[in-house]
């Protein structure tokens, strides 16, 4: 029971002091999960964040999903997720019902734009970290820009990119091993 509350409140924490979604997330992540408690490895985070990208829902609910799966099954596959989505559920309520009234004041608005820099900045970290892992060699990097140049340049679905990356990245990495 002790493993199941601090794999909750690790989420909890995770949802309630990261701000921009599932992307904005990640440094949270890697801090909590990798860093501080070894429930995963810089590795395996990658490969939960390609798979939650893959699946349908929330990058930041599927990764929690699987981490708290990889660590206690099913039941703590369901209280990583809680534990995720239970800060967004409660401060989403309370703006919600009172948005209204100071949406279109100066301080909220400029707050916001402050806020959206800076999950800017912390996704850009990430993809730098990560970046530095994920892109171990030529092929890795050739791919990695294809991909980049598809999505900025013709708005391919994120979906398609990822099963043909995988496809590539399965013929490339084949041949080394059937050398």
Known sequence: MKELMNLFFSFVKIGAFTFGGGYAMLPMF?????????????????????IAQCTPGVIAVNTATLVGYKQK???????????????SFVIISLIAAILNNFADLPVVKFAFIGIRACVCALILDSVIKLGKKAIADGPALGIALVVFLLA????????????????????????KFTK
């Open 30 to 50: 890697q801090k909590e999960l990798v860093e501080k408690h070894g429930w995963t490895t810089e590795e395996e985070l990658l490969d939960y964040y390609a």
């Open 73 to 87: 099954g099913f039941v703590g596959g369901l209280v990583a997720t809680l534990g995720v989505v239970f800060p």
């Open 152 to 175: 900025v340049l013709f708005d391919v679905s994120p979906i398609i990119l990822v099963v043909a990356a995988g496809l590539v990245g399965l013929l490339v990495q084949g041949r």
